[in-house]
């Protein structure tokens, strides 16, 4: 089996964890988070339960987890340099180590059989990355927008290949010119190219209002929260000072636009400068009162700044959603339509022991057997050439009704 000897030092480490959590229970925020449970390695990785942990472990995390490697071996460890290779460039070379581990492990699982382990990827498009990647800079050259994904993919290639196949007493050494073609730059890119094709969205709103309400509210006194007081009231301030800049190139933008009024017509100017100049005066008011209340973020009580905190993510994105994709068998399979007649909708995932599900809901009554389509892009108020840019990564023309008759949604 791979890692057996990972897996027997995780078991011995178990006692010493459930020890540490028993002792540190009742101190915030242990005591609010002693229903995560970490990684047996001490990779720093967080589940749910210990059966999701389980789950993870079994899936692949077995093979990327760094909660073995020594300090003193981190800085030149070929799967450290991985991973911090990623986190540098593209975090989707993270979802292809995940990508790659699975495949390992069902090949594993399954005596030897490498098609039946890539099995669950076959149905899914998957160009190289090079092919499908948009350039975020239309005017620098493509082949060398292309080359540089290449010099990428490569590169994190023989990090992962050294990590688990090539190196002494790597976990898949025994298995060395079997599995080799899962460690190319070749897979690796398609893989990449297969998210970039087929993956689905996920965006869930922020658990940290609930959590200050429902955690940090009725401890804000208590001497261990006081950190993370400090930490919101920094977050609120810096939030506060990027609305007050962001006005203040409002008002320079208004100001312009009202001189540019007052040398078209002076006369209307009378009276536009009078409406104006009442809008103005509100604006410079409110800029004095968000003035005056980033200065006094530090004198807040902690009931107070909890108090705001919670006030400012009702009205602004000062806890930033949570944004993720999926690679679902079914879902990322379907045809796109520019006027779909069904959309994806995600469900749970916020509170302990609901899973985030992808529900498909009919948007229209579709009959039996009849081909259901969802939309690749936001196609409301656009027209066929902005849908067609926007589409022009997946690599087809669309040719649904709404493209074909030439109509803006």
């Not at 077995?62 to 986190?87: D, F, N, Q």
């Not at 490569?154 to 990590?163: C, G, I, N, S, Y």
């Not at 993956?199 to 208590?222: D, K």
């Not at 069904?342 to 809901?361: F, T, Y």
Request: charge should be negative.
């Amino acid at each position: 089996m791979l890692l057996a000897e990972q897996g027997d030092r995780s078991q011995l480490v178990r006692e010493d964890e459930a020890r540490h959590l028993q002792e540190e229970a009742t101190i915030f925020p242990a005591a609010v988070m002693a229903s995560l449970v970490p990684c047996a390695m001490g990779c720093g990785e967080l589940y749910c339960t210990p059966e999701c942990r389980e789950e993870h472990w079994n899936r692949g995390h077995r093979l990327l987890c760094v909660g073995h490697i020594s300090e003193s071996e981190a800085a030149t460890h070929p799967l450290v340099l991985y991973k911090m290779h990623a986190l540098r460039t593209n975090e989707i070379f993270l979802l292809v180590a995940d990508v790659v581990a699975l495949v390992l492990t069902r090949f594993d699982a399954n005596g030897g059989d490498i098609a039946a382990a890539l099995l669950p990827f076959r149905d899914f498009v998957q160009l190289p990355w090079w092919e499908v990647a948009t350039n975020p800079d239309s005017s620098s050259d493509p082949v060398a927008f292309q080359d540089m994904l290449r010099s990428l993919v490569q590169e994190a290639a023989d990090l992962l290949a050294k990590a688990l196949l090539t190196r002494p007493g790597a976990p898949l050494a025994a298995y060395r010119g079997v599995v080799d073609g899962l460690f190319t730059s070749e897979f690796m890119a398609s893989v990449i190219g297969m998210f970039e094709q087929n993956n689905v969205g996920i965006r869930r709103q922020s658990p940290l209002p609930s959590f200050l309400a429902e955690q940090l509210v009725p401890r804000c006194h208590e001497p261990s929260v006081l950190v993370y007081l400090q930490l919101l009231g920094k977050i609120l301030e810096d939030w506060t000072d990027a609305a007050e800049e962001e006005e203040d190139e409002e008002d320079e933008e208004e100001a312009k636009n009202e001189e540019g009024a007052m040398q078209v017509d002076n006369a209307e100017d009378v009276g536009g400068s009078c409406r104006g100049g009442d809008d103005h005066v509100h604006d410079h008011q409110h800029k004095r009162i968000a003035s005056s209340y980033s200065s006094a973020v530090s004198s807040l009580s902690p009931p107070e700044l909890l108090e705001a905190c919670l006030t400012k993510s009702k009205t602004s994105g000062i806890f930033s959603a949570l944004d993720g994709t999926a690679l679902l068998s079914l879902i990322c399979c379907m045809n796109h339509s520019c006027q779909p007649n069904c959309e994806v909708r995600w469900v749970g995932g916020l509170e302990p022991n609901s899973p985030l599900v992808a529900e498909l809901v009919a948007l229209e009554s579709i009959p039996a057997g009849g081909e259901l389509f969802q939309s690749y892009v936001t196609v409301e108020n656009t027209t066929v050439e902005e849908r067609r840019k926007k589409l022009k990564e997946y690599g087809f023309l669309c040719q649904c009704p709404l493209c074909a008759n030439g109509d803006k949604h």
